[in-house]
């Protein structure tokens, strides 16, 4: 073998050496001089076949933020895009023994405001749908109610007034015609969800003064002061018209609402709210609109309007989700709520938490449909901790293992390692 070819050999395995000497040092560092962490997890089908065992885990936090949280967790607004770093706040709760996620941003130093935080690194694997930038931003038929028509044909405010007038004359008569006790004609609610489409699209819908009487979301009005442009636009228009009309627009998935197929049985809920003596009935019934109660009272079974009573109590129940807190402990004595309901109550939950906890203990009380979208996590996580390797042989304590925990430790730079696996709060030590 020549001098060159030995050197060479030399220089690559010396190279090799640091890069494992610097794997190991950062390793230690991170065990070292992190915060130690609690995090509870589910272990994955945790054997290899190749080399040796070793567990795969999945943390809770892997799944971040649902339909009634999101808000929350995501208080600026931000987009998250598949493949790309994601920073997420934990904090652990006085009376809970793992820490929780509690706020995210693709920005690090964003976070690291909060001192009352530890701020960990991830890569976003999954953005559920309609959060994803690339989903189309535009209004269904699915969206316009007949609350939506009834505005826009009388005009009173200034926003209303804007849109009708944007309306080609063709639009506007077919608006005027049509009679509020009938289902929307197909052709009107096409005719508005293309118009809308439309608006979104052409310039900014808000103006102060055409706004003043709207109640817009903490995260709305941010959205606003950073002068969009483009999709962002289109998105912050959507959002706009949306909040707006909030009791007469469905609105998007990451909102709790009622809608009419879900007052199947519109009849039997108007009886009940109409004629029972119960507290949350009696409460319910005083906080209808007065054309509500109006309808209430001439109910009659034999001669039903059931798509005109779905509609508007769809629309109040909206209206009273959103606005208020129902939970009362003598109003719901008696009622058995969902796990869900039952542990929501106890977290004080503000805005669109509150609405969902609301809509929930309504499907409880009354026998509604159960809302899935909710349950279902709009990012899905990776923090390069999820595969622990251990000796050969050792593990089978760790298969399927209940009630596992893994503590690890984080760097102030976001930086993850394991320190220890707990099963059942106990240690799991490989030999």
Same mark, same amino acid.
């Given at each position: 073998m020549s001098q060159f070819p030995k050197k060479t &050999? %030399?220089? $690559? $395995?010396?190279?090799q050496l640091l890069v494992l000497g610097g794997m190991i040092f950062r390793q230690n560092f991170i065990l070292e001089r992190g915060t130690p962490v609690l995090l509870e997890c589910l272990p994955? /089908? =945790?054997?290899s076949v190749f080399g040796g065992d070793y567990v795969v885990l999945n943390y809770k936090i892997s799944q971040l933020g649902q339909w009634w949280n999101w808000q929350q967790l995501n208080p600026r607004g931000e987009t998250f895009r598949r493949h790309r770093d994601i920073y997420v706040a934990l904090q652990k709760p *006085? /009376?809970? +023994? &793992?820490?929780?996620a509690v706020e995210v941003s693709t920005k690090f130093e964003t976070l690291c405001e909060r001192k009352d935080v530890v701020v960990i690194r991830g890569r976003v694997l999954q953005v559920s749908a309609r959060e994803s930038p690339t989903y189309p931003a535009t209004f269904s038929q699915y969206e316009v109610k007949t609350g939506f028509i009834e505005k826009l044909r009388q *005009? *009173? /405010? =200034?926003?209303? #007034?804007? #849109?009708?007038?944007?309306? =080609? +004359?063709t639009s506007r008569q077919l608006l005027a015609s049509y009679d509020p006790k009938n289902p929307i004609p197909a052709r009107l609610r096409d005719m508005l969800v293309m118009e809308l489409n439309r608006f979104i699209r052409d310039k900014a819908i808000y103006e102060a003064e055409r706004c003043a009487e709207v109640k817009f979301s903490d995260t709305t009005r941010q959205l606003i002061a950073q002068n969009s442009q483009g999709e962002e636009l289109i998105r912050l228009n959507m959002r706009i018209l949306q909040e707006a009309y909030h009791d007469e627009m469905y609105l998007s998935y990451s909102d709790c609402y009622f809608s009419s197929y879900e007052v199947r049985e519109p009849g039997k809920l108007a009886v009940k709210l109409r004629d029972s003596q119960d507290k949350l009935s009696e409460y319910l019934r005083h906080q209808l609109l =007065? /054309?509500?109660q109006a309808l209430l009272k001439e109910y009659d079974d034999k001669k039903p309007s059931l798509h005109q009573l779905s509609e508007v109590l769809a629309q109040d129940f909206t209206r009273i989700i959103r606005s208020q807190v129902l939970y009362d402990k003598e109003r719901f004595a008696g009622i058995k709520l969902s796990e869900r309901a039952a542990s929501l109550c106890t977290q004080n939950p503000q805005g669109n938490a509150l609405s969902c906890l609301n809509r929930w203990l309504l499907e409880d009380a009354y026998e509604l449909p159960a809302t899935s979208d909710w349950s279902q996590s709009i990012l899905s996580v990776r923090y390069g901790v999820e595969e622990? &390797? %251990?000796p050969q042989d050792q593990g089978r304590p760790l298969e399927r293992g209940q009630n596992m925990s893994v503590e690890v430790a984080v760097t102030t730079a976001g930086e993850i390692a394991i320190r220890?696996? &707990?099963i059942k709060s106990q240690e799991v030590v490989f030999k």
């Open positions: &050999f %030399v220089v $690559v $395995v010396m190279l994955r /089908d =945790p054997r *006085a /009376d809970k +023994e &793992f820490w929780q *005009a *009173a /405010d =200034p926003l209303s #007034l804007y #849109l009708k007038n944007l309306l =080609p +004359e =007065p /054309d509500s622990y &390797f %251990v220890k696996i &707990f």
